[in-house]
């Protein structure tokens, strides 16, 4: 269904307003019930990716840092089996993910008195068997598997729904019998930046001449678009109108 501007702005606000937990997320469900799972999900990931940009830098300073793995250190002496940094992500207000890679980095750094390449934290954070010390690798765990938003497990499942909703619409294109490029094929032409689809004949929807269809696995608000609009789309620009889907799922502001 559509989504107004005004019903957007309702959802962002009561986001505003809660932790960022599946807890939050089924209260969304119960407060919006005319929407799709699908539409609150990517909204609730935007937003709370918005926030957790803003607030970034704080949980960085080298203050910061040294008090979240003193934390972790007291809290798992404690007591080892329970979620010190899952709940200390969460009091925080702050991805359990990203607590989880400030932790793994200062262990890291204490053991082995360097600062440790990212492509080594994001192996660890992939796979936290590699980790030397089992009871953080468990707390990394934890972090990982709790995390809506962010960690390696949410970048495969977004890179798992961008794949399928790409050939999805490619089999929509050829069960309308529309002549296209793909973006496969226009990168093998040594094109750099490309959209998922050009149409060879443009086709009007809805009053509007398409000309290439760019596919995203996450929700169109509008700092999105104008983001994307810098970064890739002035590029694309055909003629004078191109569309975006993001999952099919589409915002009209009214």
């Known amino acids: 269904m559509k989504l107004s501007k005004a019903q957007y702005d309702e959802i962002a606000q009561f986001l505003g307003q809660v932790q960022p937990t599946r807890q939050s997320l ?4 119960q407060k919006f019930p005319s929407q799709s799972q699908s539409t609150l999900l990517s909204i609730f990931s935007q937003e709370y990716q918005k926030q957790v940009k803003r607030t970034h830098a704080k949980h960085h300073t080298a203050e ?3 008090t979240y793995y003193q934390r972790y250190l007291n809290g798992v002496m404690k007591n080892a089996a329970a979620p010190v940094l899952l709940e200390l992500a969460n009091e925080v207000n702050f991805a359990p993910s990203l607590m989880a890679r400030i932790v793994l980095e200062r262990f890291l ?4 008195q ?3 390449s990212k492509t080594l934290i994001n192996s660890m954070l992939r796979d936290p068997s590699q980790i030397p010390d089992g009871v953080l690798a468990n707390q990394v765990y934890q972090c990982t598997v709790n995390d809506c938003c962010y960690g390696p497990l949410v970048d495969c499942i977004k890179h798992a729904i961008g794949h ?3 050939v999805l619409l490619r089999e929509m294109l050829l069960e309308k019998n529309l002549s296209f490029i793909a973006e496969d094929q226009l990168r093998a032409k040594g094109y750099d930046k490309t959209p998922d689809f050009i149409l060879e004949v443009p086709v009007a929807v809805e009053g509007h001449i398409i000309h290439w269809i760019e596919s995203k696995a996450s929700f169109g608000d509008e700092s999105s678009h104008q983001a994307y609009l810098q970064d890739q789309f002035w590029s694309y620009w055909n003629r004078k109108v191109a569309v975006r889907l993001k999952m099919f799922l589409f915002l009209f502001f009214s």
């Open 114 to 116: 360097a600062i440790p």
């Open 109 to 112: 750094q204490e053991q082995e």
């Open 64 to 66: 910061a840092v040294e």
């Open 164 to 166: 399928e909703h790409e």
């Open 26 to 29: 089924r209260k969304l469900k």
